[in-house]
């Protein structure tokens, strides 16, 4: 996925993008190791703002997501939507003169691109990734998996004792901190 530079008139431009899973292939991979799965399709849309050779891009995404529920390890399905900004900045070239030590672009969160067209597939499938939780549940009120037997309690119930934490803080409960 490409835009060229000129196709943003008037210094601003709104885009829709509607993609397969084979225009990012990092995402098998990911799914492959056990990450997230994304379903079809893939919707984007953005409204990109020129201002000289700076474009900002505001976006927002919609993907349907199949992840395994962090509590009781089920899989399930998960729709995201997501609002994202992306900045994209010209090539700069490397000055090997210079010794004062400078960020690049990709440190300071810029996208960088070269002859006025933004590759836009990688910064895209970036803003997928970042917008899978981090520990996805299932529901709510998921109870998770017995922590003696391993039975998911959402489906079923177990006889399992639960051992008493001894907490040696539990005194402090006792005390009543309330002035007389």
């Known amino acids: ?10 210094g601003e431009l709104e885009q829709g993008y509607t993609c397969s899973l ?3 292939p990092d995402l098998d991979v990911v799914a492959a190791e056990g990450g997230p799965k994304f379903g079809e399709p893939l919707v984007f849309r953005l409204r990109f703002q020129r201002l000289g050779q700076l474009v900002e891009a505001d976006g927002c995404l ?8 962090g509590r009781c390890l089920q899989t399930f399905e998960q729709s995201l939507t997501e609002v994202f900004a992306l900045t994209f900045v010209p090539l700069l070239k490397d000055d090997e003169t210079e010794e004062e030590v400078e960020l690049e672009t990709d440190e300071l969160g810029l996208i960088s691109y070269e ?6 597939q990688k910064p895209l499938q970036e803003q997928l990734l970042m ?17 003696v037997c391993g039975t ?6 177990c006889d399992c004792v639960k051992k008493v934490f001894n907490n040696k803080f539990n005194v402090l409960a006792n005390i009543d901190f309330k002035k007389s």
């Open 22 to 24: 084979g225009e990012f």
């Open 1 to 10: 996925m490409r835009l060229e530079l000129k196709d943003i008139k008037g």
């Open 115 to 120: 002859n006025e067209v933004l590759e836009l």
């Open 152 to 157: 998911n309690l959402n489906v079923e119930t």
């Open 131 to 147: 917008a899978v939780p981090i520990s996805p549940i299932c529901k709510t009120s998921c109870r998770g998996l017995c922590h």
């Open 62 to 69: 919609d993907a349907l997501v199949t992840l395994k529920c």
